[in-house]
């Protein structure tokens, strides 16, 4: 085998083919470890290991390093080994280009798992020859379980160029196929017009809420009042602080319902628009460099979702109000819009 010739990834893939695994023991519990494939990290502390040319290493305890003869023969010889190490610094050295180190990740906050819902964000590692840069998924871990298992999802790590590029192909798509976009629209016109009923309702429930605890307060209030002097009213004044915060709660609940119906019932997605914005985001990203890529998908694109044979794209879209006795003037109305964009080529 030539495998000072070839990249560490291949020889590494090549050596249970040859029927080389790694070392063979059993540990102090009697159980049997190793005897397994070499991951790229074993191999190289393997080939750079002086206990090939039948070298000993000894670690004083001031830190000192020295070396004795070995009671086991060399299996190679200084010069194989020498060359070795020579070629393993070289692929180190291998010319990285310079924004693999501060790369940007244009898609992170936006990316999330289809199948648990988790974010994924981007990250780096490094293999032996190149550093590879992936929106990964986040691993379970939970200290206070003893179940240190991997996430079952489908799709682990999705190489950061390959997402990016797959994003912006699927906006490309939207653009160059005018049937797919009104897929889209119909879409969400569907679930819009069946949220309605939903949103309305919630909306009575709030009402009815807001009434009884707006009762309630009035009622602590007069028996308040009401308080022989002698009987201490910190108890009522907690529970009147206590039912006011949950009125502003409630508040705030209702007038986010009530710009929801508002918008499904009079908006409608403004398609030239939207055709308008996702043309005018393909192009800024085409202009920008990496950087500056990340506030250009933010204000198109609300959520990347990963699945395994499909990407799922929630966008922002302009709106614009139903034509219903109006002109149909624009409005600055944004609605989240989504659907699945299929991934075609590998
Ligand atoms: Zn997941």
């Given amino acids: 085998m030539k495998w000072h010739r070839t990249k560490i990834p291949q020889t ?15 540990n102090k519990h009697g159980l049997e470890k190793g005897g397994k494939p070499f991951s790229i990290g ?14 000993r290493i000894i670690r004083q305890k001031d830190g000192t390093v020295t070396e004795a003869k070995a009671s086991w023969p060399g299996i190679i010889d200084e010069m194989t080994f020498a060359r070795t190490q020579e070629r393993l610094a070289k692929n180190k050295n291998r010319a990285k280009p310079e924004d693999w180190k501060t790369y940007s990740f244009p ?14 964000g981007g ?7 190149r550093k590879h840069l992936y929106y990964g998924h986040p691993q379970i ?16 790590n999705v190489l950061a160029l390959r997402l990016e590029d797959l994003v912006t192909k699927s906006l490309q798509k939207l653009l160059d196929d005018p049937n797919l976009l009104n897929e889209w629209i119909e879409i969400y016109q ?36 009401d308080l022989p002097p002698e009987i201490p009213a910190d108890a009522f004044y907690e529970q009147i602080k206590q039912l006011n915060q949950k009125l502003g709660e409630l508040k705030a609940a209702k ?22 914005k996702i043309r005018r985001t393909l192009a800024n990203l085409a202009d920008a460099p990496k950087d500056q890529q990340k506030p250009i998908f933010r204000n198109l694109v609300k959520f990347i979702e990963i699945n395994p044979t499909k990407l799922k794209l929630g966008l ?15 409005t600055s109305g944004s609605q989240d819009f989504s659907n699945f964009s299929e991934i075609s080529e590998r």
């Fill in 141 to 156: 871990k939970n200290p206070f379980s003893r179940d240190h298992k991997p996430h079952a999802c489908k799709v682990k």
């Fill in 123 to 129: 990250k780096s590692g490094t293999g032996q020859n």
């Fill in 190 to 225: 569907r679930k819009a017009e069946s949220e309605l009923p939903q949103v309305q309702s919630e909306q009575k429930r709030l009402d009815q809420e807001q009434l009884t605890t707006t009762k309630r307060i009035s009622n602590l209030v007069q028996r308040v009042a």
């Fill in 316 to 330: 922002y879209a302009p709106t614009q109000l139903k034509a219903t006795g109006t002109d149909g003037q624009p």
């Fill in 107 to 120: 898609l992170t906050e936006l990316v999330q798992c289809g199948e648990c819902g988790k974010p994924r």
């Fill in 255 to 276: 007038e986010n319902l009530k710009t929801k119906s508002l918008d499904l019932e009079s908006q409608a997605i403004d398609k030239e628009g939207l055709k308008f």
């Fill in 42 to 55: 074993s191999l190289l502390s393997f080939l750079s290991n002086r206990h090939l040319l039948g070298i």
């Fill in 12 to 26: 590494r893939n090549s050596l249970p083919e040859n029927g080389i695994y790694n070392k063979k023991y059993t």
